[in-house]
């Protein structure tokens, strides 16, 4: 399985070539990407740049383009796409059914993949975007089983990637103004989830209040480690009970179960983390890097030695496995 | 094309600026009881000229009341009402492509496509776009009409810029949107009404319908903040857009829907036709509208580029408290 990993800054992206990435992927420094924050992605010039270094060492480079262009402003996702095919990258990772048309129509070359944002969950839905735009791999939603998956596979005549670690979206992505609601600022329109700078935090006594927007996301007692308050990781009262209601701040991890996605037809394994920094990012590759060869020798399955680097110092296989819906 | 579906009346097709009132699907769990005699009210009694009817959230609820549409969907057509079947929203697996294939069969009806699943069997035919599917842009809005989009509800989280950008852009299509009821924020394979009550959703022994206009999350300072309904997840406030009605007419919308929920939805109906006749005033349509459905919070702050929760107050134009 071709293993698919983030980079933020030319630092990171070098990071994850050297740690063993089959591809690198990366954005655009605007909202015309999925992590448009402050002090991350890339420009034109350094794009070509790593591209460049990419290919000399055989290693792949995809661009996500992959937020909602606003009306009226179409222009500034076009050109973002220009630019993309023009630095020679291998695949260009839209969710937008303008830009998929506007892609397939000035770049009918280009390799076109579905983000997750698409949000692409069923046979019926991958066949439209390949029947219309020719998209020849499927970055599926987290929301679906590794039976769902495997069975998806057998039917769809493209390529699917499926998310191996890091952050997890437990809302169906692409789908979700969770974080509009509460701060005005979306993946679908912005690239942002929970964005920082409507993030605070307020200490209460012995307790640490962490707050998006006008709303607590949680509230940690003098023993608890605060975390980031995203908010479907927050911790809510509902039916008279405390608790986190949607998920426990948690990361996925599918390191013990590659063996059980390669059997199931998955093309590709992608690390979540643009926002992340160049240790992290070695790590993390190099141990996928590890697990990944260990299987392609015929060595089985191995455990992760990734606890320490996920939220919470806890992992789980999130949706793969039905027991989590 | 032989089917004949999106049957009109021909005052609107003579007249497709004129504007309708939409009831959009119910969102919830209700008992069949209650959801049958919800529709016998609404074809006998609400002045609407639409409604939808069709699960929208949870395939699981589906087999407690398909057997009751095709009386239901005749009722309201004899009552003179369009009818539209909503699809559900999130579709995964073999079961749920199968029900999507199958409505597509269903001759003379209009069908809501809410995921690409839809928009996929239901291309080449009318058909209308859902609030669901991400329509951003221009681009976007032109593809969908050129394959066969006869009406698009936009989705509830654009500015009321890209609302009009969209609007300028759409030809020989009706455009709508929600201006009452909790809006639906995200949607997930969990189940968060089985998981606040400690069960999983193979075994959700369908808590859902224990709380009907959605289970209540608040912050753990005791502030409102969402609400659960299954697998999907609604706004705490509810949208009211009166005060914004006239501009998105002006725009071009021309479908205003209200989303279904316990309050006394004939009521809530007649306030917004009263509002669209000019025969009451927003700020008198917003306090009937409170009347009506009691102890709730109000928003439109999606629409004015602020945060969905929030309540923007018109400059110049006075509102209830």
């Given at each position: 399985?071709?293993?698919?990993?983030?980079?933020?800054?030319?630092?990171?992206?070098?990071?994850?070539?050297?740690?063993?990435?089959?591809?690198?992927?990366?954005?655009?420094?605007?909202?015309?990407?999925?992590?448009?924050?402050?002090?991350?992605?890339?420009?034109?010039?350094?794009?070509?740049?790593?591209?460049?270094?990419?290919?000399?060492?055989?290693?792949?480079?995809?661009?996500?383009?992959?937020?909602?262009?606003?009306?009226?402003?179409?222009?500034?996702?076009?050109?973002?796409?220009?630019?993309?095919?023009?630095?020679?990258?291998?695949?260009?990772?839209?969710?937008?059914?303008?830009?998929?048309?506007?892609?397939?129509?000035?770049?009918?070359?280009?390799?076109?993949?579905?983000?997750?944002?698409?949000?692409?969950?069923?046979?019926?839905?991958?066949?439209?975007?390949?029947?219309?735009?020719?998209?020849?791999?499927?970055?599926?939603?987290?929301?679906?089983?590794?039976?769902?998956?495997?069975?998806?596979?057998?039917?769809?005549?493209?390529?699917?990637?499926?998310?191996?670690?890091?952050?997890?979206?437990?809302m169906a992505e692409g789908r979700c103004s969770l974080s509009s609601y509460a701060t005005g600022e979306s993946p679908n329109m912005n690239g942002v989830c929970s964005p920082a700078h409507h993030v605070h935090y307020e200490e209460r006594g012995d307790a640490t209040v962490s707050r998006l927007g006008d709303f607590t996301i949680n509230v940690y007692g003098a023993s608890e480690t605060v975390g980031y308050p995203t908010l479907c990781k927050g911790r809510f009262r509902a039916m008279g009970k405390a608790g986190y209601?949607?998920?426990?701040?948690?990361?996925?991890?599918?390191?013990?179960?590659?063996?059980?996605?390669?059997?199931?037809?998955?093309?590709?394994?992608?690390?979540?983390?643009?926002?992340?920094?160049?240790?992290?990012?070695?790590?993390?590759?190099?141990?996928?890097?590890?697990?990944?060869?260990?299987?392609?020798?015929?060595?089985?399955?191995?455990?992760?030695?990734?606890?320490?680097?996920?939220?919470?110092?806890?992992?789980?296989?999130?949706?793969?496995?039905?027991?989590?819906? | 094309?032989?089917?004949?579906?999106?049957?009109?009346?021909?005052?609107?097709?003579?007249?497709?600026?004129?504007?309708?009132?939409?009831?959009?699907?119910?969102?919830?769990?209700?008992?069949?009881?209650?959801?049958?005699?919800?529709?016998?009210?609404?074809?006998?009694?609400?002045?609407?000229?639409?409604?939808?009817?069709?699960?929208?959230?949870?395939?699981?609820?589906?087999?407690?009341?398909?057997?009751?549409?095709?009386?239901?969907?005749?009722?309201?057509?004899?009552?003179?009402?369009?009818?539209?079947?909503?699809?559900?929203?999130?579709?995964?697996?073999?079961?749920?492509?199968?029900?999507?294939?199958?409505?597509?069969?269903?001759?003379?009806?209009?069908?809501?496509?809410?995921?690409?699943?839809?928009?996929?069997?239901?291309?080449?035919?009318?058909?209308?776009?859902?609030?669901?599917?991400?329509?951003?842009?221009?681009?976007?809005?032109?593809?969908?009409?050129?394959?066969?989009?006869?009406?698009?509800?936009?989705?509830?989280?654009?500015?009321?810029?890209?609302?009009?950008?969209?609007?300028?852009?759409?030809?020989?299509?009706?455009?709508?949107?929600?201006?009452?009821?909790?809006?639906?924020?995200?949607?997930?394979?969990?189940?968060?009404?089985?998981?606040?009550?400690?069960?999983?959703?193979?075994?959700?022994?369908?808590?859902?319908?224990?709380?009907?206009?959605?289970?209540?999350?608040?912050?753990?300072?005791?502030?409102?903040?969402?609400?659960?309904?299954?697998?999907?997840?609604?706004?705490?406030?509810?949208?009211?857009?009166?005060?914004?009605?006239?501009?998105?007419?002006?725009?071009?919308?021309?479908?205003?829907?209200?989303?279904?929920?316990?309050?006394?939805?004939?009521?809530?109906?007649?306030?917004?036709?009263?509002?669209?006749?000019?025969?009451?005033?927003?700020?008198?349509?917003?306090?009937?509208?409170?009347?009506?459905?009691?102890?709730?919070?109000?928003?439109?702050?999606?629409?004015?580029?602020?945060?969905?929760?929030?309540?923007?107050?018109?400059?110049?134009q006075p509102q209830p408290e």
């Amino acid at each position: 399985m071709e293993l698919v990993c983030p980079a933020g800054t030319p630092a990171s992206f070098r990071a994850a070539v050297e740690a063993g990435a089959d591809v690198v992927y990366c954005g655009f420094r605007d909202e015309t990407n999925a992590r448009n924050f402050p002090g991350l992605n890339f420009s034109r010039a350094e794009l070509a740049t790593e591209t460049e270094f990419a290919h000399a060492r055989g290693t792949h480079v995809y661009l996500a383009c992959n937020t909602y262009p606003t009306a009226g402003k179409e222009a500034l996702w076009h050109k973002a796409v220009d630019d993309a095919v023009a630095i020679g990258v291998d695949a260009i990772i839209l969710a937008d059914i303008g830009l998929l048309r506007y892609t397939r129509d000035r770049h009918p070359n280009a390799r076109l993949h579905l983000s997750v944002q698409a949000s692409a969950s069923n046979v019926e839905a991958i066949r439209f975007y390949h029947r219309e735009f020719g998209v020849r791999r499927v970055v599926l939603p987290r929301v679906l089983s590794l039976d769902e998956i495997a069975n998806l596979n057998r039917q769809i005549g493209v390529e699917t990637e499926v998310f191996a670690f890091g952050g997890m979206c437990v809302m169906a992505e692409g789908r979700c103004s969770l974080s509009s609601y509460a701060t005005g600022e979306s993946p679908n329109m912005n690239g942002v989830c929970s964005p920082a700078h409507h993030v605070h935090y307020e200490e209460r006594g012995d307790a640490t209040v962490s707050r998006l927007g006008d709303f607590t996301i949680n509230v940690y007692g003098a023993s608890e480690t605060v975390g980031y308050p995203t908010l479907c990781k927050g911790r809510f009262r509902a039916m008279g009970k405390a608790g986190y209601l949607f998920e426990e701040p948690t990361s996925l991890d599918v390191t013990s179960m590659l063996p059980e996605l390669e059997a199931a037809g998955v093309t590709a394994l992608k690390i979540e983390g643009r926002q992340r920094g160049k240790a992290y990012i070695s790590q993390v590759v190099g141990s996928f890097r590890r697990a990944l060869d260990q299987i392609a020798a015929g060595h089985g399955a191995t455990t992760s030695r990734l606890s320490h680097m996920t939220e919470g110092q806890s992992d789980t296989t999130g949706a793969y496995r039905r027991n989590w819906q | 094309m032989s089917m004949s579906v999106n049957k009109m009346p021909s005052s609107v097709s003579d007249a497709p600026s004129a504007a309708r009132l939409v009831m959009g699907p119910v969102l919830f769990h209700w008992q069949a009881d209650y959801l049958r005699d919800f529709y016998a009210r609404i074809a006998d009694e609400a002045d609407v000229d639409v409604v939808h009817v069709g699960e929208v959230v949870c395939a699981k609820r589906m087999p407690f009341f398909d057997r009751e549409w095709p009386d239901v969907i005749e009722r309201l057509q004899r009552a003179g009402k369009q009818v539209v079947y909503s699809t559900l929203a999130l579709v995964m697996g073999d079961r749920e492509v199968g029900i999507i294939r199958d409505l597509a069969e269903m001759p003379d009806m209009l069908i809501e496509a809410n995921d690409f699943s839809a928009i996929g069997v239901l291309a080449g035919r009318p058909h209308m776009v859902g609030p669901y599917v991400n329509i951003y842009n221009e681009g976007t809005l032109r593809y969908m009409i050129e394959r066969g989009a006869t009406r698009i509800s936009l989705p509830w989280e654009l500015p009321e810029s890209s609302i009009a950008s969209l609007c300028a852009a759409a030809r020989d299509v009706e455009m709508e949107m929600q201006v009452f009821g909790r809006v639906p924020l995200a949607i997930s394979a969990r189940c968060y009404s089985a998981r606040a009550n400690g069960l999983h959703k193979d075994g959700c022994r369908y808590v859902c319908g224990d709380t009907p206009d959605g289970m209540n999350v608040d912050t753990l300072d005791g502030a409102p903040f969402l609400a659960v309904n299954g697998l999907q997840t609604l706004s705490g406030t509810y949208l009211e857009l009166s005060a914004e009605m006239a501009d998105l007419r002006q725009a071009g919308i021309n479908l205003f829907r209200l989303s279904p929920h316990r309050c006394d939805m004939v009521a809530i109906a007649t306030v917004y036709r009263q509002l669209l006749g000019g025969h009451i005033g927003p700020e008198e349509a917003r306090e009937a509208v409170l009347d009506i459905a009691g102890d709730i919070t109000l928003a439109n702050g999606f629409l004015h580029a602020i945060p969905g929760a929030d309540l923007y107050r018109i400059p110049g134009q006075p509102q209830p408290e």
